[in-house]
């Protein structure tokens, strides 16, 4: 059974800090997402990696995929108030079944 | 941009009712999906559907719970004997090519039963 664990699951920084939240998977995934969810809203995308080393960046955000050691990251580089929000990373564990397994979320607080 | 959209956005329902949750998915995605999220938790994968069927499942979707797509555009969640421990948010989300495309997530529907 697939596992996902994120940390931190709470996060409180200043703004123009950089930051670095963890999400580590226990069975084999090729593929690893990271959405973004504000409070009483729904998921946004923000990033769908596909494959070993995989590195995407928008703005202030850059998330990377290391299979090998299943892990993915989610950087924050001189953050900023708008950015508060949660963040979930989710996997897929593949062979068929495409239903996406969550972290449980890293609440981030970003204070001036 | 094309969005998944959910109606209601909140239903309360009597403990033993039954309630059917709607989406619109997007309109050119073919795999639809079904999450559920209990306040302050964790999103948990309820179901998927392609091509007309289920084609994965998870534990906490057990025979009281059903999906269909009635037409070509909508997609509904029906639970059809509540219980308190189904209070959540549910999200319907959609995807055009599976799992190498992000999944795009409706508002929910909150439900709250009574």
């Known amino acids: 059974e697939l596992k996902v664990e994120q940390n931190p699951l709470f996060l409180s920084m200043q703004e123009g800090k950089n930051y670095t939240i963890y999400c580590n998977y226990s069975?084999?995934?090729?593929?690893l997402y990271w959405y973004r969810q504000d409070p009483g809203k729904s998921l946004e995308s923000l990033f769908v990696?596909?494959?070993?080393?995989a590195v995407k960046q928008e703005g202030r955000l850059m998330a990377s995929l290391d299979t090998k050691a299943r892990l993915s990251t989610l950087h924050i580089t001189a953050a900023v108030h708008d950015l508060s929000a949660t963040y979930f990373c989710a996997a897929y564990s593949g062979g068929g079944a495409d239903g996406l397994t969550f972290g449980k979320g890293t609440h981030l607080i970003i204070q001036p | 941009e094309p969005e998944v959209t959910q109606t209601p956005s909140h239903q309360v329902t009597q403990m033993g009712q039954e309630v059917i949750l709607r989406c619109v998915p997007i309109?050119?995605?073919?795999?639809f999906y079904w999450y559920r999220q209990i306040l302050g938790q964790k999103v948990e994968f309820l179901v998927s559907?392609?091509?007309?069927?289920?084609?994965?499942k998870s534990e906490i979707f057990d025979d009281q719970f059903s999906v269909e797509r009635p037409d070509g555009s909508n997609f509904t969640l029906k639970i059809r004997s509540t219980k308190l421990e189904d209070s959540a948010m549910y999200f319907c989300?959609?995807?055009?090519?599976?799992?190498?495309?992000?999944?795009?997530f409706g508002d929910g529907t909150r439900l709250s039963i009574l």
């Open positions: 069975t084999t995934s090729d593929r």
């Open positions: 309109s050119n995605h073919l795999y």
């Open positions: 989300a959609s995807s055009r090519q599976g799992t190498i495309e992000p999944q795009h």
């Open positions: 559907f392609y091509n007309n069927e289920i084609s994965e």
């Open positions: 990696l596909l494959s070993n080393g």
